[in-house]
């Protein structure tokens, strides 16, 4: 079987490969207990339409403020040639903003700001970018005021700020906002003017504990600073001074940490405890001593800051870290649970979900460590894992395991699955394991125990597969890879080493990996991951407690973090997640974050209509059997601040029917502070535009931070037809996959496919790939349809022409132009030509012939063609 799996002519992947198919599946009515509903959420009003409007100025009497109101396209407003300049609109009443809608002319803002007000007066920042588009900018914001503005401080052209339309969307009601208890200071970076010594740091005023303390050299001026993530609005500051206080300092805020307004002075202070009510807003705040009180230097044991809207969060409930209510969704096994019971629901789950790929069903089944005998096969949308420390905590007598045989051994739609942290000792007399999958089907942290087993990573002997990852597992056998098409494998250890090869496949340091040979055999060999952090993991510890794990950030590194060592890195009880359950809305589990809390997501799919807000450094978002984030009425599903060490691991992103801008964004735009010392990771974070209903959404993941890791990721637009669900090129509307605007940001095992321009844009310096797997749109209906100026189609891989350093490696383009197969792609990769962007083994394929892919990358490389399908190149340039 080996033999004749190693020989199998390389052909193209089917044409349903991705086909959306209808399902009718009988469900199970004790795996579905009902769950709390999702509340009703009004959809978002245009609020700004025939209101009062004024302006800093107008060009002319033909362009007055009131013509951004009116609800005409053809008229318009235009300002002064000269910076800065505003457009104000007064909505009558107080109201949460959730969107705002700028329709650009042809002079529009390069540098504006969107604010709020509740008294025309004092505003806060709601959006802040320096890299304005013009065109149509529809903006997702979190905000309330009465008054809402365009702030334009810098123009894109010799002209003043025109606007068609200045469109406000939100919710009118609510009283004027009182001040918050919830410190939000608290857990912030903070960085300060100068320190005593190593042990009284900066961070020490907001880690909410009063024995620890920040003190200051001796000497003036001297300030410490916090940055809470995003703009707040301030109403409260309280300073709990040790014995060195300021005599006089101003309490002062900052949108970029450069330019600051004082929102309080004094020269008399107190010491002590100071409560000091402010009015400000501002993403930083800092305390500025100008004269100290003693001879020594400035000290403080807490620094706390309270915003505007505190009292109004909605309750978060605690939880017990040893009874966790994981949802109705998850199911925990011990030693003492009947075998039988064990099987029971590991068969009826498999029933229901071996063909659900499109339903709302999500399920985890987690063993707490011990010895079982069980048969896990797995279906769509099923987590197996183990909740030891270790893998081998955990031992299945049996398989855990995927087949195929639902496609008749076609594994090329086997998706959205997950095996992780146990082991595995196969039944006496059988030494195969079969984990025949495609994209989004993590193999992590596994060991398969047995020298003379093998794992097969397709149907065996029959049928395709397209795509995958092992990550930090041992297999103690041979790995066989048979008719799987491409595959990745990270930081693992292959005891008998490994078998087989198609287009592209990478190894990166695995101790037991072939010896490089691209293209023949299609082997990239890398011998060291240069730095990653394994995905975090739920565990139980000795007491029954239930934690998360948090591995270390890895460098240089090769095979697991676990085998037959210590893993490095912390534990986190689950008393301080919050756990999310199905129906609970943004606001409180962002309320839970603004306490500090971390996120846990319970399986199934939760709805918003407001992006979950991660602001607070070294935060931990983990999802349950493939827990889904759906963004509804073109919200974005999730920002991350450009804080250090956010984790976000074992998610979907999903796109609603109404378009949004971006369903995920690390960092917010024009995002400059390094993290080089604890990047923000990304780990099996997915991403799907469409299938179960119609999907939009312009960009799928914006990464801005600098030194961002991803980890495994599939980012995935529906083209084909489903049953009873329309798609299509002017249905499923996406343009982009992957944009990474950061410097030195680094993937890992990245997956993107069928978008409508650009499938990857990089603009940041210092980016690195490992992995690249890409299928281009098959829905294209014409050549006219998909041209980029003069270019025939969009590049699967586009590097800015303004980078200057960038590498990738094993990378994989393909095409099927089923609707149309006149349809060409120029190129694959589109880069810059310089000595220091260098990309490495690079495939292209034309899939079955149908479509063209004219050049790999730039103008070098053969054609893919019906003539010549498979088209390789080692090096570029």
Known sequence: ????????????????????????????????????????????????????????????????????????????????????????????????????????????????????????????????????????????????????????????????????????????????????????????????????????????????????????????????????????????VVLTWEAAYARAFQLQTSADGATWTTIYST?????????????????????????????????????????????????????????????????????????STIQSRLNTLFTQQETNQFGPQRYAVLFKPGTYTADVNLGFFTQVAGLGMSPDDVNLNGHVRTEAFWMGGNATQNFWRAAENLSVTLPAGQTVERWAVSQAAPYRRMHLRGGQNQIQLWNGGDGWSSGGLLADTRIDGLVVSGSQQQWYSRNSEFGNGWTGSVWNMVFQGVTGAPAPSFPNPSHTVIAQTPQVREKPFLYVDGTGEYRVFVPALRTNSTGTSWYNKTPAGSSISLSQFFVVQAGTSAATINAALAQGKHLLFTPGVHHVTEPIQVNRADTVVLGLGLATIQADNGSVGMRVADVDGVKVAGLMFEAGTTNSPVLMEVGPSGSSASHAGNPTSLHDVFFRIGGPHVGKATNT???????????????????HAASGVPTGWTLNTA???????????????????????????????????????????????????WMNGSTRGYAAYKVADSVTTHQAFGLGSYSYFNVNPAVVEERSFEVPTNPNVRFTNMVTVSLGGVGTINRVINNAGGTANAANQTVYLTTYP
């Open 1 to 236: 079987m080996t033999s004749r799996a190693t020989s199998v002519r390389p052909r193209p992947r089917r044409a349903v490969r991705h086909l959306l198919v209808g399902l009718t599946v009988a469900l199970v009515a004790a795996l579905t207990p009902a769950g709390p509903s999702t509340p009703a959420q009004a959809a978002p009003t245009l609020l700004s339409q025939g209101r009062t409007a004024t302006a800093s100025s107008s060009e002319n009497a033909g362009t007055p403020a009131s013509a951004a109101v009116d609800g005409n396209t053809g008229t318009r407003w235009a300002s002064a040639f000269s910076d800065p300049q505003w457009l104000q609109v007064d909505l009558g009443s107080r109201a949460t903003i959730s969107q705002v809608n700028l329709l650009w002319e042809g002079a529009y803002g390069r540098a504006f700001q969107l604010q709020t007000s509740d008294d025309g007066a004092t505003w806060t920042t709601i959006y802040s970018t320096t890299t304005g588009t013009g065109g149509t900018q529809n903006l997702t914001v979190t905000g309330a005021g009465r008054y809402v503005r365009m702030n334009g401080t810098a123009r894109g052209t010799g002209y003043g700020y025109s606007l068609w339309e200045f469109q406000v969307y939100g919710e009118t009601g609510g009283s004027t906002p009182t001040c918050g208890s919830t410190n939000v200071a608290q857990g912030s970076p903070a960085t300060a003017s100068s320190t005593q010594d190593a042990g009284l740091a900066a961070s020490a005023a907001v880690d909410g504990n009063t024995g620890t303390r920040w003190a200051s050299a001796a000497s003036d001026p001297q300030w410490l600073r916090v940055d809470l993530g995003s703009t707040r609005t301030i109403c409260r």
């Open 267 to 339: 020269t008399t202070g107190t010491g002590g405890t100071q409560s000091l009510t402010v009015s400000g807003s501002g993403r930083y705040l800092r305390m500025y001593g100008t004269a100290r009180a003693t001879a020594y230097g400035y000290s403080l044991w807490e620094l706390a800051v309270n915003t505007t809207g505190g009292t109004s969060e909605p309750p978060v409930d605690g939880t017990d870290p040893r009874n966790p209510n994981l949802g109705p969704n998850t199911f925990v096994f011990d030693p003492s649970t009947p075998t």
């Open 701 to 719: 993941l914006t990464v801005n931070s600098d030194n961002v890791i991803g980890d495994h990721m599939w980012l995935w637009r529906a083209d």
């Open 735 to 785: 343009d982009t996959g992957l944009t990474v605007n950061g410097d030195d940001v680094t993937m890992y095992g990245l997956f993107v496919e069928h978008y409508q321009k650009y499938q990857t844009v990089w603009n940041g310096n210092g980016g690195r790939t490992y992995f690249y797997q890409n299928e281009l749109p098959y829905d294209v209906p014409n050549q006219a349809a």
